[in-house]
């Protein structure tokens, strides 16, 4: 198991825009590191016994960040383990606190197009399930998150070969190790 003491956080949280890989890349990662792995969006949906989509048309965005914001609360409190934090769950001051306290960041960077193509057929993404045109929702998105995605301990692009990005954040975290 990843020793997290040695770089003075409790967990690694992965976060980025929707499509960026963060389910993926945090999984495998977790693996890896043998820690535990929880994703954001997963957690809401056992703990509402609904899927994100339904919880955006029945309840409103604003339960569900409310939901959001107690489930990563609990999560980021947790030792030993990788969460996938939703792409929005950033835009919360309190989790952003928490993220910064305890939690090792690493911020999964992909170009716009690249999203478009990976979430092209999505039919689960409620911020882009409405008549407006994907690319300028995700401009939209991406510039209102900039600023904090920017501040994570580690940035990495995730356009093209997931193998070579965990081979990035695996030299990354071994650095801290030695």
Do not use: H, W
Not at 74 to 80: C, F, K
Not at 120 to 141: F, V
């Amino acid at each position: 198991m990843f020793d997290l003491t040695k770089i003075k956080k409790k967990n690694i949280c992965i976060i980025g825009l929707m499509g960026s890989g963060k389910s993926i890349i945090g999984k495998d990662l977790s693996k890896f590191l043998n820690l535990k792995f929880y994703d954001t969006d997963k957690e809401i949906e056992l703990i509402t016994k609904k899927s994100i989509s339904e919880i955006f048309k029945e309840e409103g965005e604003s339960y569900f960040r409310y939901v959001e914001e107690k489930v990563c609360i609990d999560l980021l409190t947790q030792d030993n383990c990788v969460i996938s934090l939703g792409g929005g769950s950033i835009i919360n001051s309190k989790i952003r606190k928490i993220i910064k306290k305890n939690s090792y960041s690493i911020y999964l960077q992909v170009k716009i197009s690249n999203l478009l193509n990976r979430l092209k057929s999505s039919k689960k993404r409620p911020l882009l399930n409405i008549n407006k045109d994907r690319g300028e929702i995700l401009q939209k998105i991406y510039n209102d998150r900039e600023k904090f995605y920017k501040k994570a301990d580690f940035i990495i692009d995730n356009n093209n070969d997931k193998f070579q990005v965990l081979k990035r954040i695996k030299s990354k975290l071994k650095s801290y190790a030695e």
